[in-house]
């Protein structure tokens, strides 16, 4: 995938993203990295076109993300925790999303949604609703509900966030799995771990400013002052 971000600076109260640049080409699996509060979950928003910043420009993919409408048609966003309707099966969670905004017939939203809980292997939980599901089963039932919409690049910020360490094994692992799938991956995550082994490219921010990137060995040799620290309180 393709991301490039031009002096990108985002206020709410207060500038909590500072004139950010960065130009990725051809890594199809990037991690956001910094402690909580260094904008992590600002910048992925900008990035998947769910907020605009207060000023820069954003391309993905060579969409303009913040004036192409359109764009938000080929991506899918995982949430920290999983936002699911409490009322709706999981299966119609996914169904009902696909008949209102892609326009498929029922059975072909029924179809596509239970190919996709196949996937994350919720074979046997799609007709429950979430309260009777597992954090981790709810939490594969809202990524499979992204990949319904057959998107290009999945967003996923801390989407182990809510979970303990079994249950974020398990969603973890079923993200290693999505990779056969050849779709594109950004993602917050502070399982370092995870990071190693699944990211091909890793941005560490922290106040708003990208301050190391590049490949996760930069992990095991923190080049700045801010990474060694933040590498020492992950561990
Ligand atoms: N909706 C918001 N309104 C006001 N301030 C916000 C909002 N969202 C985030 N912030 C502030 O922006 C900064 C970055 O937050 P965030 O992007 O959530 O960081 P992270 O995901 O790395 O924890 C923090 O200081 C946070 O308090
Ligand atoms: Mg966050």
Avoid: W
């Avoid at 992204?146 to 360490?165: G, Q, V």
């Avoid at 502070?190 to 082994?197: E, L, P, R, W």
């Amino acid at each position: 995938m393709k991301i490039e971000l031009k002096n990108v600076s985002h206020t709410y109260d207060v500038e909590v993203l500072h004139q950010l640049n960065l130009v990725l080409e051809k890594y199809n699996a990037v991690a956001l990295l910094g402690v909580s509060g260094s904008g992590k979950s600002t910048l992925i928003r900008l990035m998947a076109g769910l907020e605009k910043p207060t000023s820069g420009e954003i391309f993905v993919n060579d969409y303009d993300v913040i004036h192409d409408e359109d764009y938000k048609k080929h991506v899918g966003f995982v949430f920290q925790s999983h936002n699911l309707f409490p009322h709706l099966t999981l299966k119609r969670n996914i169904s009902l999303i696909l008949e209102k905004t892609r326009g498929f017939s029922l059975e072909q939203a029924n179809q596509i949604a239970e190919d996709n809980l196949k996937l994350l292997k919720l074979d046997d939980q799609m007709d429950k609703i979430p309260k009777n599901v597992s954090g981790g089963q709810a939490q594969r039932a809202s990524i499979a509900r992204a990949l319904s919409l057959n998107p290009d690049i999945i967003f996923l910020d801390e989407p182990t966030a809510s979970l303990d360490p079994i249950l974020t094994d398990e969603v973890l692992k079923a993200i290693e799995e999505l990779r056969e799938l050849g779709k594109d991956f950004v993602l917050v995550t502070h399982v370092i771990s995870f990071v190693k082994d699944f990211a091909n490219y890793v941005v560490f921010m922290e106040n708003g400013h990208i301050i190391e990137q590049g490949t996760p060995k930069i992990l095991d040799a923190p080049k700045t002052n801010e990474l060694k620290a933040f590498m020492k309180k992950v561990r």
